[in-house]
């Protein structure tokens, strides 16, 4: 099965900026959408940005103008550029697959397999 590991978080001052990099282990990584999530303490796993197979970006209401997520097929890998960060961006963030090939969707029961989380905090 294929798996996901993502790198990059880090603490970063408010108004700072931070590139979350995914990496997946498949070798039709271009053939699925991949997605960021985010979950703060406490709080629900919510949808920040996907970039589909045909590499149409979507992105959360929250971080629209702010986040910019991009592909690399020939690295299998995806990024997520973060900029004007806030206190409330907070949270692990959480890289994952669609479960299946040429699928679109933003629902976190769209998506397998996950990352383990790589952690961003945002001081004020």
């Known amino acids: 099965q294929a798996q996901v590991v993502e790198s990059g978080g880090g603490l970063v001052q408010a108004g700072g900026s931070l590139r979350l990099s995914c990496a997946a282990s498949?070798?039709?990584?271009?053939?699925?959408?991949m997605g960021w999530f985010r979950q703060a303490p406490g709080k629900e796993r919510d949808f920040v940005a996907a970039?589909?197979?045909?590499?149409?970006?979507v992105y959360g209401d929250s971080v629209k103008g702010r986040f910019t997520i991009s592909r690399d097929n020939a690295k299998n890998t995806a990024y997520l550029q973060m900029n004007s960060l806030k206190p409330d961006d907070t949270a692990v963030y959480y890289c994952?697959?669609?479960?299946?090939?040429?699928?679109?969707?933003?629902?976190?029961?769209?998506?397998?397999?996950w990352g383990q989380g790589t952690q961003v905090t945002v001081s004020s």
């Open positions: 994952a697959a669609h479960r299946f090939r040429h699928g679109v969707g933003i629902g976190i029961d769209d998506y397998d397999p």
């Open positions: 498949t070798r039709t990584f271009s053939s699925y959408t």
């Open positions: 970039i589909t197979w045909a590499n149409t970006p």
